[in-house]
């Protein structure tokens, strides 16, 4: 199975911050990775798909990059609506896997 | 405007059975795998099963092969969860998600129904 191994697990920052989050893999999944945000009692949304796509009517401060085993996810300038749990998805290969989740959370 | 509304969800005894249902509209439901995915309460997110547009395919986490079953009905386009052998682990909210298209990421999800295994 591919283990995806998200850092860090916890972040706290400020409103207008920089913010990385970087999901490892155990092994080569191309770009086949994806990124959601989740809020507390909500479903998780589709944030970027293969990577480095921006899901349609997702801010441009979201991006993506990264390939084979190591991926980021970048927020450019944080807003107060972006604190949220995000997790990084591989679709490469069966079982499905889901990175642990990165809470971002107001300093 | 894409709708997956999941039922069937509760208080179920360990070693019992819980079918979930996941009512689809806003898509054409045939042409599409669909999943489930379930979230333990306070953590993170387990993808649990698939089931290909045709219904031909199926795909289990090794956490509940053997014990769930995926199934769907194209006639009332609706994806089917058939828990058996239920664990207190398997106590979650439990999504049926869609994917954005051959590739097996999901572009809308459920509410999410609650299953809670207890005795």
């Known amino acids: 199975d591919i283990q995806l191994t998200q850092s860090p697990s916890f972040l706290s920052a400020s409103v207008g911050d920089r913010v990385t989050i970087t999901c490892r893999a155990s092994q080569g999944i191309s770009s086949y990775l994806a990124w959601y945000q989740q809020k507390p009692g909500k479903a998780p949304k589709l944030l970027i798909y293969?990577?480095?796509t921006l899901q349609s009517g997702v801010p441009s401060r979201f991006s993506g990059s990264g390939s084979g085993t190591e991926f980021t996810l970048t927020i450019s300038s944080l807003q107060p609506e972006d604190f949220a749990t995000y997790y990084c998805?591989?679709?490469?290969?069966?079982?499905?896997?889901f990175g642990g989740g990165t809470k971002v959370e107001i300093k | 405007e894409v709708q997956l509304l999941e039922s069937g969800g509760g208080l179920v005894q360990p070693g019992g059975s819980l079918r979930l249902s996941c009512a689809a509209s806003?898509?054409?439901?045939?042409?599409?795998?669909m999943s489930w995915v379930r979230q333990a309460p306070g953590k993170g997110l387990e993808w649990v099963s698939t089931?290909?547009?045709?219904?031909?395919?199926?795909y289990y986490a090794d956490s509940v092969k053997g014990r769930f079953t995926i199934s769907r009905d194209t006639s009332k386009n609706t994806l089917y969860l058939q828990m058996n052998s239920l664990r207190a682990e398997d106590s979650a909210i439990y999504y049926c998600?869609?994917?954005?298209?051959?590739?097996?990421?999901?572009?809308?999800w459920g509410l999410g129904t609650l299953v809670t295994v207890s005795s």
């Open positions: 089931i290909t547009s045709g219904g031909g395919g199926t």
């Open positions: 293969s990577a480095s």
């Open positions: 806003g898509f054409t439901f045939s042409t599409y795998a």
């Open positions: 998600a869609k994917p954005y298209s051959s590739l097996i990421f999901f572009d809308y």
């Open positions: 998805q591989q679709l490469n290969h069966y079982p499905l896997t």
